[in-house]
């Protein structure tokens, strides 16, 4: 598949820069900036409407020399060098893989608390739910807090917070202070840097290929389950749970370094356009009021009807994967006679096709419906569940192979069609209002986490669980066919970009 042109051109500080919006042929450029140049000599005016320094030849519009847009093209002896959207990208996966090995062990620890303190499966899952619930509430405001303070500010902050609660979690001798520590101060710094840390950088650095961007960053989180989950299931099995659990502390402080010096808040921090766009933007000043504005978005959102929509899907969408498969997946394998470590290795290969997934769900976002993919998407997650009882055994065999194959292509597939929806019908309140369907998804993980251990033990399997689960996407899957399109109006042709 073509992806088109990642890189920009850019010039030594001695060839000038010439950058234009796309324009008719035998029209002269609309924006033409001149990088440093020879300058006019003392007494010498330059021509009218020319630019000291600039190419001759090209003019330039009158109040047109001012902005940063995507150049022409590359020039004798250019060099390239890809444009720092890039860079901020990368960084920003790295940080969701780190930060995914905290969300790797809630499946690990059910079993292991269970059998050392007595701790009931159903009291387990409740502070799994607080730490679920928690990670979706939080978001919103977390969206609006970066921009008050800044993208780097929030996410360091939310690490260290992260690490704090997976560290004190070790010293625990009660419930509660799994509730406190786990659910809370977990659930807290998870929530600040959830998917909408991954909206808010897209939305702030492209233009061009937001939604392949957005399946790439959404796929972070499960490259770091493929990474933490093998790791921490051996560790968990042959060290304990404790060491499992100092793991996530330093895996979560070792990023932070990474966010604090290469993160950055804003193209025009480092003098440039988002990737894509026709002109330079400059940075936004600092939104007072994060928490009124969270509130705001909200209560704009929520008088609209594909707000409900998004909202009830995305809460499905996560009692289905974070609320089900991955917190009670291991312990009804292990039910079936499955060793820990076998089942925990299946997750991670739901990360491995995870990964190729969300990529590639990205990649149709860009230009199928996403309305078509998220109903596409929970029919098939639906029928996946309703296969899965009659596939648990004691050993990994093929159709469970497939399975995993196939639940794992569609894990977080809807995460670029919802976000899509979201900046359609949202605009620049779009990532706060991603936070809010993200709340959504995350309830309703919570309310299946708690809920499923209730059932396991009322009942003795998972079977219910399941099946009910299957149901639910295929509303899931209607639900997503309602949802209205937003009449899009004309916009001008976004720049050359290489």
């Known amino acids: 598949m073509a992806i088109g042109p990642l890189v920009r051109w850019y010039r030594s500080p001695e060839t000038v820069r010439v950058t234009q919006t796309s324009h008719s042929a035998g029209q002269v450029p609309d924006t033409v900036t001149a990088a440093p140049g020879p300058a006019a000599t003392p007494g010498e005016a330059a021509a009218p409407g020319v630019v000291p320094g600039a190419v001759p030849g090209v003019g330039v519009a009158p109040g047109a020399v001012s902005g940063v847009v995507p150049d022409l093209g590359p020039r004798p002896g250019a060099r390239v060098r890809p444009h720092r959207a890039w860079a901020v990208a990368v960084v920003t996966f790295v940080t969701l893989v780190g930060a995914a090995a905290f969300a790797s062990l809630p499946g690990l620890l059910i079993d292991p608390l269970h059998t050392e303190f007595g701790w009931s499966r159903g009291m387990i899952g409740f502070a799994v739910s607080v730490n679920l619930a928690l990670y979706g509430l939080t978001a919103p405001f977390a969206a609006a807090l970066m921009d008050r303070f800044g993208i780097r500010r929030v996410v360091a902050c939310a690490l260290v917070t992260i690490a704090l609660g997976a560290g004190l979690t070790v010293y625990m001798t009660q419930v509660w202070q ?8 977990v659930g807290l710094g998870s929530g600040s840097m959830a998917l909408a840390f991954a909206a808010t950088v897209t939305n702030r650095w492209f233009v061009a290929r937001r939604g ?13 389950q493929l990474v ?15 060491p499992a659990a100092a793991v996530v502390a330093c895996a979560a402080l070792a990023v932070v370094p990474f966010v604090w010096f290469l993160l950055r808040d804003h193209p025009a921090d480092v003098g440039l356009a988002a990737y894509g766009a026709a002109e330079f933007t400059p940075k936004p000043a600092p939104v007072a009021g994060a928490a ?3 509130l705001r978005a909200l209560r704009e959102a929520a008088r609209t009807g594909p707000f409900w929509l998004l909202a009830g899907t995305f809460a499905i969408c996560g009692a289905s994967t974070n609320g089900l498969v991955k917190t009670h997946f291991v312990p009804a394998a292990h039910d079936h006679g499955m060793p820990v470590t076998a089942a925990a290795s299946l997750l991670a290969v739901i990360g491995v096709f995870d990964i190729a997934g969300t990529v590639a769900s990205g990649w149709f976002t860009d230009r199928v419906s996403p309305r078509r993919l998220l109903a596409i998407y929970y029919g098939l997650r639906g029928l996946s569940l309703m296969f899965l009882p ?4 004691d050993s990994v065999h093929p159709p469970m192979v497939l399975f995993i194959v196939f639940y794992g292509l569609d894990w977080v597939a809807t995460v670029p069609p919802t ?31 708690y809920l499923g251990g209730v059932a396991r033990d009322a009942f003795g399997s998972y079977d219910v669980v399941w099946y009910s ?30």
């Open 292 to 294: 009124g504005r969270a």
């Open 419 to 449: 976000i899509a929806l979201c900046r359609e019908h949202y605009g620049e309140n779009s990532a706060i209002v991603f936070g809010w369907v993200l709340a959504s998804h995350q309830i309703g993980a919570a309310l299946v986490a």
């Open 212 to 224: 392949l961007v957005t399946g790439i960053l959404t796929a972070g989180g499960a490259a770091g």
């Open 178 to 185: 799994l509730v406190l520590c786990w659910g809370v101060l």
């Open 228 to 242: 933490f989950l093998p790791v921490l299931s051996w560790i968990t099995e042959h060290h304990g749970w404790r």
């Open 390 to 393: 009659i596939l648990l055994a």
């Open 469 to 498: 689960s299957g149901a639910l996407c295929a509303v899931a899957a209607l639900m997503s066919l309602v949802i209205r399109r937003r009449p899009v109006a004309a916009v001008p042709a976004l720049a050359v970009t290489g």
